[in-house]
């Protein structure tokens, strides 16, 4: 397979990851693996040698097909056991804090909830791995991973986490629904200047028909682009004070309530309550359920939302499409990059076998398989990337490519994964903004409040 040409994609991702290292600089570090003796506990006494390592992942099916590489991993190395821990997504953070406390931490996760790899750094959660990469000789390029992102999750020249998927935002759409509306597709190149966020708001009512018979209403867009808090860079508004990347994730400034981030807002809850090109929550509900996907139900005609929307796009009911996210006045900043990586936790009684663990799901023949097992899950290695291209029935993979390096190219890493107590500010945005979405509350109204209590939560 060709290898993906990636150094002008990762361009801004390495600025990204030079922040996150400047960001994280002036934090204590983790134990290292020297401090750490393996195997030394009743499991591998009772056992002949034989150990246990618990890798903690989130109960959805593409996550839990590691256990289905779990009986290859072991033919491998039969002095290792791999158990793998599940809990649901929201009860994710809570639950490996409890398993923490109780002693019973497991060897491998990744920030799978709400909280980030700054709030897991922060906590000194997280083995230092330096010197079972230098035991190893452990190379990022023998696995086919770009410089650019183990550096995401090096601190101080100590490697903390290696990278194992990569998730951008980008754009799906309906080819069907386009085609009923006699609109052309929207493109899949990151350079085309001709697609902006007014232009997909013009397509988008085109595609819009709102009907007091719910089976007969659909929708030209639905635009959720990152988590709340975040989604004013995408038209150029900072939030979070410049400190924030230099201050181990704690910015000593918001700026929630300024009037930049406020018509920020209001350009994007405006898809909703003025435009009406959007749905709201209630109807998203009604028609795909409670956690479901409105677009899914092939009523939407664009979705921007983060990549793992496209895994499922081969069992969709229509002709699925694959677009740049439109330019929304950020220069920088079209995408969101969630880099998930692989994480030693401090209170792993086996690091070295953890790390043996980990090598094997990042390994080229591995990366490649799980594209598959996961129901597509993006790699980083960038051997494995070129099969993923491919991936989905019916979309052309040079236009997944495209969009793929683009959004790299634009992006930067995901607020959740740079601001430490994250969890707690993403459950205070949904419940303050909820108002909003149902027209009760305007933005105005809602922000100062919102403002008052992210620095509540960053200043505990």
Same mark, same amino acid.
């Given at each position: 397979m060709k290898k993906i040409r990636i150094k002008k994609s990762f361009t801004l991702l390495l600025a990204t990851s030079m922040l996150v290292v400047l960001a994280l600089s002036g934090c204590s570090g983790g134990k290292s693996a020297g401090d750490v003796v393996p195997g030394n506990d009743?499991?591998?006494?009772?056992?002949?040698g034989q150990v246990t390592i618990t890798h903690y992942t989130i109960d959805s099916e593409d996550r839990t097909f590691i256990e289905k590489l779990v009986p290859d991993f072991e033919a491998q190395h039969p002095n290792i056991k791999v158990k793998v821990e599940k809990a649901p997504y929201e009860q994710f953070d809570s639950k490996l804090q409890t398993l923490i406390a109780g002693g019973k931490s497991p060897d491998v996760t990744s920030h799978y909830g709400y909280g980030g790899f700054a709030e897991y750094y922060n906590k000194d959660m997280l083995l230092d791995m330096n010197d079972m990469i230098?035991?190893?000789?452990?190379?990022?390029?023998?696995?086919?991973?770009?410089?650019?992102?183990?550096k995401i999750y090096t601190v101080k020249d100590h490697v903390y986490g290696i990278p194992v998927n990569m998730y951008v935002s980008l754009m799906l759409y309906n080819k069907d629904m386009f085609d009923a509306a006699n609109v052309p597709y929207p493109p899949s190149d990151y350079e085309d200047k001709s697609w902006t966020f007014d232009k997909m708001v013009e397509d988008a009512k085109q595609m819009t028909h709102v009907s007091s018979d719910i089976a007969k209403t659909q929708y030209g867009v639905d635009f959720t682009w990152s988590e709340r808090?975040?989604?004013?860079?995408?038209?150029?508004?900072?939030?979070?004070?410049?400190?924030?990347?230099?201050? $181990?994730?704690?910015?000593?400034?918001?700026?929630?309530?300024?009037?930049? !981030?406020? &018509?920020?807002y209001n350009k994007l809850f405006n898809l909703i309550l003025k435009d009406k090109v959007s749905p709201t929550t209630e109807w998203s509900k009604s028609v795909a359920g409670q956690n479901g996907d409105a677009f899914v139900t092939g009523k939407v005609g664009m979705t921007v939302s983060g990549s793992w929307s496209l895994a $499922?796009?081969?069992?969709?009911?229509?002709?699925?499409?694959?677009?740049? !996210?439109? &330019?929304?006045?950020?220069?920088?900043?079209?995408?969101v990059l969630f880099v998930d990586p692989l994480l030693i936790l401090k209170g792993s009684k086996h690091p070295k076998e953890a790390f043996e663990w980990i090598k094997y799901l990042v390994s080229d023949e591995i990366q490649e398989k799980s594209?598959?097992?996961s129901g597509g899950n993006p790699p980083v290695n960038t051997k494995a990337a070129e099969t993923y291209y491919k991936h989905f029935d019916g979309i052309d993979p040079a236009d997944v490519k495209k969009v793929y390096e683009g959004a790299v190219k634009y992006g930067f890493e995901s607020y959740n994964h740079l601001i430490t107590h994250y969890s707690q500010i993403n459950d205070m945005f949904i419940n303050e903004m909820q108002p909003i979405d149902t027209g009760h509350s305007t933005v105005e109204e809602v922000m100062p409040t919102i403002q008052k209590k992210v620095m509540e939560i960053i200043n505990r």
């Open positions: 009743g499991d591998s006494a009772n056992s002949g230098k035991e190893d000789g452990f190379k990022a390029s023998d696995y086919s991973i770009p410089d650019d992102l183990m808090d975040m989604r004013p860079l995408y038209f150029g508004a900072e939030p979070y004070s410049e400190d924030t990347w230099t201050n $181990g994730g704690v910015p000593s400034e918001t700026h929630f309530d300024s009037p930049e !981030v406020i &018509a920020a $499922g796009s081969n069992d969709f009911p229509f002709k699925v499409g694959v677009a740049a !996210v439109p &330019a929304g006045g950020n220069d920088k900043v079209r995408s594209i598959e097992l």
